[in-house]
């Protein structure tokens, strides 16, 4: 079975800085997606950042940026120049690409990011 | 484009009582799935379907049925609605292969 584990539940940081998210993950299969979900106080689900399995290249997406170790099995989020806006949970989830394509969460991170 | 869109976003039933949460997407999807999220816990897969006619169970099934009988439709139906089944609800799609799911706005339901 296939297992996502945040390890912080709360983080909080001052505007500007830089914060680092946490995700470590239990798979035997080779081919699947990594994501990192927000889900601001409006409830709703928003993709930030996806990593494909056989890519070596980290993603980034403007601020954001992942550190995907797939020997260590761990994708963790780094976010930079933080701001107000970027206040929300963080989940990290994953997807095998063959069969019924099934997400897996973590338990969630709750950031802070304060003024 | 709507996307995923579900219905409706609050809803309160007394135990027992059975209901239907609405999930309708408009990019032809192939796979779509039920989430709910509980505090402390992430989202948890209830139900999934990788096409029209074909649904099968996740993690959290018991107490929810689902149909698929158009491409577009995804109902979850609450048999008998326990205080346990208090939650977030979210319906989710993605194409075949692209791996990227789109998340509807979520149902809170609340059951005393």
């Known amino acids: 079975a296939q297992t996502v584990t945040q390890s912080q539940p709360e983080m909080s940081v001052q505007e500007a800085e830089t914060v680092t998210l946490s995700c470590t993950y239990d798979t035997s299969e080779n081919n699947y997606y990594l994501f990192w979900y927000k889900q601001p106080p409006s409830r709703q689900m928003i993709l930030v950042i996806r990593?494909?399995?056989?890519?070596?290249q980290n993603a980034t997406e403007n601020r954001f940026s992942v550190n995907f170790q797939k020997a260590a099995k761990s994708f963790s989020l780094k976010i930079s120049d933080s701001q107000l806006g970027d206040t929300a949970m963080y989940f990290c989830?994953?997807?095998?690409?063959?069969?019924?394509?099934?997400?897996?969460f973590g338990q969630g991170t709750r950031l802070t990011i304060n003024p | 484009n709507a996307g995923v869109t579900q219905t409706p976003k609050f809803q309160v039933l007394k135990t027992g009582q059975s209901m239907t949460l609405q999930c309708a997407q408009d990019m032809n999807h192939e796979y779509m799935s039920w989430y709910r999220q509980d505090p402390g816990m992430g989202l948890r897969l209830i139900h999934y379907?990788?096409?029209?006619?074909?649904?099968d169970q996740g993690e959290v099934p018991n107490g929810y049925n689902v149909s698929r009988s158009t491409t577009e439709d995804f109902p979850l139906r609450l048999l008998s609605a326990a205080p346990s089944q208090t939650s977030v609800y979210f319906c989710a799609s993605n194409g075949q292969g692209k791996g990227e799911q789109y998340f509807g706005p979520g149902t809170r339901l609340t059951v005393t």
């Open positions: 990593q494909e399995a056989y890519k070596q």
């Open positions: 379907s990788v096409g029209a006619g074909i649904t």
């Open positions: 989830a994953f997807l095998i690409i063959q069969g019924a394509q099934k997400l897996v």
